[in-house]
């Protein structure tokens, strides 16, 4: 009987130790997160944005994450206004904003198609560079997206 006792103690002791954990996927988040910041990057947990299509259609809002590095003078960086949101159904971008200068569109679309998968939208504006995606892979991801994002960071430079 002391044995059944010792037991059930130890398991309500136990038990939410264990439940506090975090889970595997919260400790590669957390990873992430930290090697974007090593990076110089901004994360923050927002609503993912949506296509026109997404939208008219009313389909639900995705939660996701916005890398971005931060612009602390914005007097020096072009004053940009420029979205484009991947549908990721079709694979296909859909831009919101005026045109880009040449060199930075091109940037953009080399990035469009190196950036990972689960990147759902790329933002250029007066806060900086940013991407929003649904953080699915891992520390070489975080590379991939930091290394884009630098290349537009110094495009956008006035």
Same mark, same amino acid.
């Given at each position: 009987m002391i044995y059944l006792l010792v037991l059930l103690v130890m398991a309500m002791v136990?038990?939410?130790?264990?439940?506090m954990k975090p889970s595997a996927g919260q400790q590669r988040l957390a990873r992430m997160r930290m090697r974007a910041r090593k990076l110089g990057l901004d994360i923050r947990v927002t609503e993912l944005? &949506?296509?026109?299509?997404?939208?008219?259609?009313?389909?639900?809002v995705l939660q996701g994450a916005v890398y971005r590095i931060p612009v602390h003078?914005?007097?020096?960086?072009?004053?940009?206004?420029?979205?484009? $949101?991947?549908?990721?159904?079709?694979?296909?971008?859909?831009?919101?904003?005026?045109?880009?200068?040449?060199?930075?569109?091109q940037i953009v679309e080399a990035a469009q198609q190196q950036l990972p998968g689960? $990147? $759902?939208?790329?933002?250029?504006?007066p &806060?900086?560079?940013?991407v929003y995606w649904r953080e699915a892979g891992d520390e070489a991801?975080?590379?991939?997206?930091?290394?884009?994002?630098?290349?537009?960071?110094?495009?956008? &430079? $006035?």
């Open positions: 136990i038990g939410p130790v264990m439940w944005p &949506q296509t026109h299509r997404a939208t008219v259609r009313r389909e639900d003078d914005p007097r020096k960086v072009l004053p940009l206004n420029y979205r484009c $949101v991947r549908d990721l159904l079709r694979g296909e971008w859909e831009f919101e904003g005026k045109a880009l200068p040449a060199p930075l569109q689960d $990147v $759902v939208a790329i933002e250029l504006g &806060q900086g560079p940013g991801a975080v590379d991939a997206v930091a290394a884009r994002l630098r290349l537009m960071f110094d495009a956008m &430079q $006035v």
